[in-house]
């Protein structure tokens, strides 16, 4: 048998009781570092994430280049990361899903 990483096989759910999926939970990221919520507490508020998954998901996207350190123990988005926060709106707005859809 295969084995799963955590990553993919974490459940989050959101404040509705639905269980969110990673595209939900970096939108999340990406629209609260965006926001100018840069420090990793306010995001993760923002977010509703605990530190655990927080910190998955903040490595994953660092990693990929999707976030940088801003130096004052925040984040700020690269530009690979405005780009695919832009692409994430264009998806939620074709599929009409999310708080302005609701």
Not at 74 to 90: H, M, P, Q
């Given at each position: 048998?295969k084995k799963v990483q955590m990553f993919y096989s974490m459940q ?34 923002y977010a509703n994430l605990d530190w655990k998954v927080f910190k ?43 708080p302005e859809h609701a």
């Open positions: 048998m989050i759910y959101g404040l509705n009781g639905n269980r969110r999926d990673k595209m939900d939970i970096i939108f999340g990221i990406l629209n609260a570092i965006n926001m100018g919520g840069c420090k990793k507490t306010w995001i993760m508020y998955r998901y903040m490595e994953f996207l660092e990693r990929h280049g999707f976030v940088e350190k801003d130096g004052n123990e925040g984040f700020v988005l690269t530009n690979k990361g405005n780009a695919l926060l832009e692409k994430l709106n264009e998806v939620k707005d074709i599929l009409n899903v999310g």
